[in-house]
């Protein structure tokens, strides 16, 4: 039930606590969706672009017209969530895009922003946001910039424990007492001593300072050699290459905004897929990731606006020259005209399972481990959704690579997965095979517990007992009833000790009350004149139910020790005195 605010009904006209929350929250959603797309702007254009300023005039606009009738603009800050009063009212979990996680990831948990923000102060904050998220991890902090820049109408919350980590690292904090009266009365005196020692240091200063600078003017050494000279050079034009694609990028983007005639907008996109080719070509694999990120972000910007616009850019998209192949992989590897090997795993990852092949050519043929443990984690987020294609990649005789790719399997968690996984099995290598196995029981899926079972008949036992151990039962499952036929069948008992003893752990671990009658019967039938064969059997069995820790399985154990045969009634009687050991010591711990 609603609490009211106020049971007068004139004073409120029957507003309740709800909705009010659920009004703020509304004009909140509407400003930080202002603010989303305000961003997205920023990060497409410049700054003074005609487009950015007219999305902050209306970004201004709302949080004024919201500012007039609240004082102050309170916004929770939680991982990938903005809150009011604690009830979240905008979520984005993909990192790149999300606005809350920009602030959270450096500590900051509230957010104000107070009535009297100027325009200035706003696009200030929001170049802040843009210079955060366009540095990399290890060097952006939003804490810092907001302390540095100290608004008047915008503050922010984060734990004082987390601010001492990053402001202020290492400074002593003095005690001291000033006293007003006594602040500007008095005199400093030096003693003769004092004045003489200034005064020699103050010689040894000028003279030292003079030896540096009649060196610095007259000697040629500090000269550029040819060496410097052409560091030097190779920087600048470093730097003006940089530029020069910074301006292409921008004046591309300005253009295909402003474009209205579809065959010149065509045109551009094709200038810019082959832009991005060339820049493949060479290696530099930070601006081709650049431009597909910005021609992303204007296609996303079109879909809402203008979906004629948003069908001509996704032509981008579909370009062979943004591609890269296997064959170009090769050279460029061969050549060394990789610039960074971070941006070119980056961009290979933008082309899902058509990357799969190069990242397993560069897995064979890069040797740093550094190297290859991204490639792991570039193959683990395209192959996640493209098992078939990841699969193809395995080899018996490439088992690295392969044990990996079951590791990616098994961790995906996804059903679908088992089926894949089941393709290993028909591997020679040893190490491969195991994996497989347990990759496969890990699931504790009842399809798992069907291949599973289909490696008991295996001619190698090895395989046939991991199999047996990685079989995960419940009553219900078909499998449970196969592994009951098998173990009253009379050959059982021939099998070896380790098949039989993960057999009827395998069954003793389904915990039903089926399973422990079928052990308890199998020690029953021990006879004072039974074979060793069967006896074996009947110890595993006991074991077995001892493993399970249950009471009901100790109860079993317990009235086994009155057994005809000689053997069980010991091990029955040994397991209830280490019991009753166990709980004695437990008592007096107590």
């Not at 079972?453 to 046939?464: A, K, V, W």
Request: proline letters at 3%.
């Amino acid at each position: 039930m609603d609490k009211k605010i106020n049971d007068n009904p004139r004073g409120h006209s029957g507003k309740t606590i709800q909705g009010i929350k659920k009004k703020h929250i509304d004009e909140l959603n509407n400003i930080i969706n202002q603010l989303d797309k305000t961003f997205s702007q920023m990060k497409i254009f410049s700054s003074d672009h005609e487009n950015v300023e007219s999305f902050i005039d209306l970004l201004y606009d709302r949080i004024s017209k919201y500012l007039q009738d609240n004082w102050k603009i309170e916004i929770g800050i939680e991982e990938f969530s903005f809150t009011f009063k604690g009830i979240p009212f905008y979520t984005e979990k993909q990192l790149s895009k999300s606005l809350p996680f920009l602030f959270y990831k450096d500590g900051v948990k509230m957010l104000f922003i107070y009535k009297g923000l100027s325009r200035d102060e706003l696009k200030q904050f929001l170049e802040i946001m843009k210079r955060t998220i366009s540095l990399p991890p290890e060097e952006s902090d939003i804490v810092i910039s907001l302390w540095e820049k100290d608004f008047a109408n915008i503050r922010y919350f984060a734990p004082d424990d987390y601010l001492e980590t990053k402001i202020g690292i290492g400074m002593e904090i003095l005690e001291y007492e000033v006293d007003k009266n006594k602040l500007f009365t008095g005199k400093i005196s030096l003693k003769p001593e004092d004045k003489s020692a200034l005064k020699r240091k103050e010689q040894i200063i000028n003279k030292d300072l003079k030896k540096k600078f009649e060196k610095f003017m007259g000697a040629e050494k500090y000269l550029l050699s040819k060496r410097e000279k052409r560091s030097l050079t190779d920087m600048i034009q470093d730097h003006r290459k940089e530029s020069e694609e910074k301006q292409f990028k921008t004046l591309l983007l300005d253009i295909l905004y402003l474009e209205k005639r579809n065959e010149k907008i065509q045109s551009l996109i094709n200038q810019s897929a082959q832009y991005v080719g060339q820049q493949i070509n060479k290696g530099n694999f930070q601006i081709a990731f650049s431009i597909y990120m910005d021609v992303l972000e204007l296609k996303n910007y079109f879909s809402e606006i203008d979906p004629s616009k948003e069908k001509l850019v996704q032509n981008f998209f579909n370009s062979p020259e943004i591609k890269i192949t296997l064959s170009q992989a090769e050279e460029l590897l061969e050549k060394k005209s990789i610039e960074e090997f971070d941006p070119f795993l980056k961009y290979l990852s933008l082309m899902g399972s058509k990357s799969i092949p190069i990242l397993s050519y560069l897995y064979d043929h890069i040797e740093k481990s550094e190297q290859t443990n991204k490639i792991i984690e570039a193959l683990r987020k395209v192959g996640k959704e493209n098992f078939s294609e990841l699969v193809s990649i395995a080899r018996d005789e490439r088992p690295g690579l392969t044990l990996k790719i079951i590791s990616i399997l098994g961790d995906s968690k996804e059903k679908i997965a088992i089926n894949h996984l089941a393709s290993f099995l028909s591997f020679k290598n040893k190490k491969v095979l195991h994996a497989a196995i347990k990759a496969i029981g890990d699931f504790k899926d009842p399809n798992a517990n069907k291949i599973l079972f289909s490696l008991l008949s295996n001619p190698d036992p090895e395989i046939r007992i991991l199999a047996t151990q990685n079989i995960h039962l419940t009553e219900n499952d078909p499998v449970f009833d196969k592994i009951l036929h098998i173990i009253k069948e009379k050959k059982f008992k021939k099998e070896s000790k380790t098949q039989k003893q993960a057999l009827l752990w395998t069954l003793a671990r389904s915990y039903s009350k089926k399973a422990f009658r079928v052990l308890e019967n199998i020690i029953k039938k021990i006879g004072f004149f039974s074979g060793p064969s069967k006896v074996e059997t009947g110890i595993c069995a006991v074991n077995a139910l001892k493993k399970t820790g249950e009471p009901s399985a100790y109860h079993i154990i317990k009235n086994m020790t009155q057994s005809r045969n000689r053997k069980i009634k010991k091990k029955c009687r040994e397991i209830e005195k280490e019991f009753f050991q166990q709980i004695k010591h437990g008592n007096s711990h107590e």
